[in-house]
């Protein structure tokens, strides 16, 4: 049981907007930054978005986070076929002094 | 570029002990933070351990503290995880990665079985 949750899975058709969930606690997103990276199928995670709402320069903007109190989301529009990866939410945990992840969620491009 | 290649992943024994390793190039490696993820098969990412530039502090997941101790040498950029009294539960692929995941090595396979 992950200490961030997040929904299993996720789909979409080419073109549409998809959002994902992360939530947490006031231990870990209310205090601290969330971070969001895509893993591809047997390749190591990439960086999507840190700082909670910050892509890292390469990374498309159509790719988008946000947080609001115990609760963060990935939002993708403009859905491609290569988007169609394992996605993370990740943060600082002050109670368990370490890093916390997402269960992950697994986007289909129907 | 930046660039993080992990190393001595093997087979174990329960019981065992394995070293990994992990080799910075790219960036000034006294500069940031250096962690160790997990990713058990067919599952998600776990945070493993974390140290300091100075390797002043390091945190541990709870499922590894006394087993596990990660260390790191400035001198050779160079990042280790020390695994002792393995379990099978520990099978997984090991990642290093820099500060906050901005960077992954490719990741080393540990396989703890008899």
């Known amino acids: 049981q992950s200490v961030l949750t997040q929904p299993p899975s996720a789909s979409g058709t080419p073109g549409q907007r998809v959002t994902i969930s992360c939530s947490g606690s006031?231990?870990?997103?209310?205090?601290?930054?969330v971070n969001w990276y895509q893993q591809l199928p047997v390749t190591a995670p990439k960086l999507l978005i840190n700082?909670?709402?910050q892509r890292p320069s390469g990374v498309p903007d159509r790719f988008s986070g946000s947080k609001s109190g115990t609760s963060a989301s990935l939002a993708i529009s403009g859905l491609q076929s290569e988007d169609e990866a394992d996605y993370y939410c990740a943060t600082w945990d002050d109670s368990l002094n370490g890093w916390v992840f997402g269960g992950g969620t697994k986007l289909t491009v129907l | 570029e930046v660039q993080l290649v992990d190393s001595g992943g093997g087979l174990v024994q329960p019981g065992g002990s394995l070293r990994l390793s992990c080799a910075a190039s790219?960036?000034?490696?006294?500069?940031?933070?250096m962690n160790w993820v997990r990713q058990r098969p067919g599952k998600g990412l776990e945070w493993v351990a974390n140290i300091k530039q100075d390797g002043s502090e390091k945190n541990y997941v709870d499922s590894v503290k006394g087993r596990f101790t990660i260390s790191r040498d400035n001198a050779k950029n160079s990042l280790y995880l020390q695994m002792n009294s393995l379990r099978a539960e520990d099978t997984a692929v090991y990642y290093c990665s820099r500060s906050h995941f901005d960077y992954w090595g490719q990741g080393t396979l540990v396989i703890v079985s008899s």
């Open positions: 700082g909670d709402n």
């Open positions: 006031s231990s870990n997103i209310r205090r601290n930054t």
């Open positions: 790219g960036f000034t490696f006294t500069s940031y933070w």
